[in-house]
């Protein structure tokens, strides 16, 4: 317990009130917490980190000895309970600023926006700083909500010293200065990328949905979108009947690096594979399973084999079905025996000799 007997009657009173309210501090800060976890995981808005803290004594009495008389009582002491919020992006700030103006009362006069400040050596301080209240509670406390880089950047200042009050050779400022615009502007170039990203994605998703695939390069957001079509769904069904089989769906995304290593360049060229060479694909799987009794079988057989057929009959032969197997499984020694024995059963297919 600190030592005050350095403080005046009137802080030591608001100390007193502090300490008795401790455990009801440390309680209400937790509940504070997961209500603001869930109203933001409720939202959708995914942060770097969350982090609270009650005040703790020793920084308590080192307020009270720099401005006691500023505080009539405790509960004009707005940071006993704070909270953090770190946002990857600069433009989730606000967001997370909106879904906080829902869920508690904001003290607008207290709170402040410190990135309306204009200084050239403030990025590090330009955090949004809220002043809430919640029903039930008498006593306020605080939210701060900056990005990654800022928080990093207010940390580097605290290590450094730097707006601490202790002085600084020029060259240092200056260089420190330099670091921040940089920081700065990448925060505002992360911003910029994540929403072009955004953009890019939303004009996939209309140009598949149009059916313009000539216009989609392939990659692993429009191969995805391309996948909500179910593009392999007639061929694996066509399969399936074969032996009255059950399809059990798994990823086709590991299928993307194989079909960029066929030269399909748009999903339009995908499309033109799978018309080209279902036929081929179906008699491979009609080898596979003629002579078997499976009933359960994978989605990905039907892009398998597709591959299978495009390679064997472009003249890849066993070191592209190896290759492919490769990439698409993973490196092992089996692949070679399984890329030997595929181009021995499908010499004598229909495909190979049209």
Known sequence: MSDVKHLDLHCQIILEEYRENLPLFQEKAGELFSRLKNTLSDAGLIVAQLEYRVKAEDSLVGKLELKGAKYKTLADITDIIGMRVITFYADDVDKVASALDRLFTVDWENSVDKRKLLETDSFGYLSLH????AEGFPYRFEIQIRTVLQHAWAN?????????????????IRSLSRLAGLLELADEEFSKIRMELTDYRRRVQQLV?????????????????????????????????????EIQEVSLMPYLPAFLGLECNTLGDVSRLIKEFAEAAFQIACYQLGLT????????????????AAILKRGGGQAGIQYFLDRVNGVSDGNAIMARILVEQASNLPFMNQ
């Open 130 to 133: 809220y002043v809430c209240s």
């Open 156 to 172: 580097i200042n605290h290590d450094t010293g730097y707006k601490s009050g202790v002085e600084i050779p020029k060259r240092y």
């Open 209 to 245: 949905a149009s059916g313009n695939l000539d216009e989609v390069p392939l990659d692993g957001d429009s191969y995805r979108n391309y996948l909500n079509l179910n593009p392999f769904n007639a061929l694996n069904k066509r399969i399936a009947a074969v032996n009255q089989a």
């Open 293 to 308: 009794d499976l009933d359960i079988i994978s989605s990905s057989i039907g892009p398998q084999n597709l591959c299978f």
